[in-house]
């Protein structure tokens, strides 16, 4: 292993070299060393050979009259320069090979995930990307190791704070009577009186102020809360306050743009140290990953226009947002909270969850909205080819089905450049493939074990082959209206099975008017679901081989259990319900569905099941033939049909 410097102390001497920073650009220095090298434990990838990480800062500065920037909120408010600019600087991460000659000449970008960023899969390294992670998310403290952003902190002319309401929402999820918690923003005032804490029992209950409810400030960014008798681990604790000092939070997607574009289109930075992705030439091609908050980030990032740069080129060629289901995020916002996830029990009063859903421009008959996810880059020439992938726990809990659908819950037909899969029986993220009797955390039933990351791999391969060569990726794979895929959750076919409550519980959604706090609610939308076979398996979408020959009942819901919000469901967790290992024990037990021992007569029968399923996806590039060969072997290795 060796490190070594990329960008010279010396920024001085760079100055004088190439003259004064360019007032017009975005990227104003770059500052980053070769951390390892070789990295990833010195393996090799196939004929790309080893990588090395580097790791550094990105500065860059915005023109807030430019009108790529006329959206972003309390911009106006933030600090400037000497050229009237305002700056910013975000941690970036890159894999190179060690050998750059055998560089795809493609930016793979993953979006960090709450300032982190998981490894890259084997079959991408093996195509010989350099990967590309870049800090957006402003609210999280800086370290070591996280990948965010510094962005400013709004304030008035005088330096006096900008103050506002805002709420928060906490679950504690525990029984402790005393529990402390953090504020996302500073509060203006220490004084009780000019704030209040309500407690309900789940989404649609009254908020109430209990006598035994008491609270206290713990300094300006924490609360004491001493919880009421009555109420249990699941209760939604909300709390509105004068908060202070709001972060430029949509700055961060500026960060991003400009650091990609800087990266694909620039050979040097504005103080001339050289592009570590320039080699004879650069990138030819810029893809982009997300997964759940990272997601959701994509897919405003490219609702608020962010896929065009400065000089109007675009920024991501294609675009992979994963189990993000309908939402948006809660970033671009005066006291925005980008860490909200919306689920069927939380967060229901926080923007970044409403219309528009899909990528295609539709009329909202809720709200009388004309708009869409692609607007803006429709009138710029700058939309990304698109592979949007959920889970089935996106169904439930974050209303996937209006992505394929108007807002009433009718069929719409997606532009020609967006495909759309669902991950039929999993859990949000996916589960590790073997279940565990531990797993059910606070929720009724265990949680799903059924994987996702083989054919959310094979999609990505997918798009990429449709961004460089023009190869069309698979068909798209998602139940809706039009197949008779999507249904109302009150009618949906699920069997009776001993021990296993199915109430029809989804994640809900309204329009919301955001100009009070808590907000009002409006009129419904309509949330479908998919249909399932006498199994309770979804039919639908992309059904990893251990689904198609399963061993119990995977889906995407689950539900809180007695003491934790009960009759609430149970984040993106999903459920296992194994099935009987004999005929006799399906009968005793009044189990519908067909034993072990009567679909797999022998073990041979279920490797063989396994192996067909498998198959089958790779013909259809929905799985990559080594991760078919490692889902075979593990099936060889089960105890089934012994």
Known sequence: MRTRRLAAVAAVAACAMFGAVDAGAQITRIDIDVVESPALGGEEFGDVGAYEFLRGTMYGEVDPADPSHADIVHLEHAPRNARGHVEYRTTVEIYRPVDMRRWNRAIYHTVPNRGRAGAADRALLEMGFGFVRVGWQGDIEPSASNIVPVLPVARHEDGSSITGPALEEFIFNDLEAISTVRLSYPAASLIPSRASLTVRRNLDSPREKPADLYWSFVGDR??????????????????????????????????????????????RDGSGTPNPLAFEGLAD????????????????????GFNEDVEG????????????????????????????????????????????????????PVTGLTDGLQ?????????????????????????????VTDPLGRHIDLPDNVRVYVFAGTRHGGGGGVFTESGRGYCENLNSPMPLSESRAAITVALYHWVVDGTPPPDSRFPTVENGGLVPASELAFPRIPGVTYTGSYNPLRARDFSTIPPTSGDPYT??????????????????????????????WNMRREGFGAGGQCAGSGSFVPFAETAAERRASGDP???????????????????????????????LRADADEIVREAEGSAIGR
Not at 376 to 392: K, Q
């Open 527 to 556: 949330v479908l679901v998919g249909r399932v076979d006498a199994d309770g398996n979804m039919i639908d979408g992309v059904r990893h081989p251990n689904l198609a020959a399963p061993i119990g009942t995977y889906t995407g």
């Open 285 to 304: 091609v810029a893809i982009s990953f997300g997964s759940s908050q990272s997601g959701r980030y994509q897919r405003d990032m490219l609702y608020q």
């Open 375 to 403: 607007v803006r880059c429709t009138r710029t020439g700058t939309c990304p080819r698109i592979v949007h992938t959920d889970g089935e726990a996106e169904i439930w809990q974050a209303r996937s089905s209006l992505v």
């Open 222 to 267: 924490q609360l004491r809360i001493l919880r009421p008798t009555g109420y249990d681990g699941g209760a939604i604790y909300e709390f509105v306050y004068e908060a202070k000092d709001p972060i430029v939070m949509g700055l961060g997607f500026a960060a991003m743009r400009d650091a990609i574009s800087f990266l694909r289109y620039e050979e």
């Open 313 to 364: 080129r675009i920024v991501f060629d294609g675009i992979h947002p994963h189990i993000a289901g309908s939402r948006k995020t809660f970033t671009n916002y005066a006291f925005s909270q980008p860490g909200r996830w919306q689920k069927q029990h939380e967060d229901h009063f926080y923007p970044g969850d409403q219309f528009p859903f899909t990528y295609r421009t539709l009329t909202d």
């Open 593 to 623: 569905r067909l034993s072990l021992e009567e679909r797999y007569p022998s073990r041979q029968a279920y490797v063989d099941a396994v192996r067909r399923e498998a198959d089958e996806l790779v013909g259809h590039r929905l799985l």
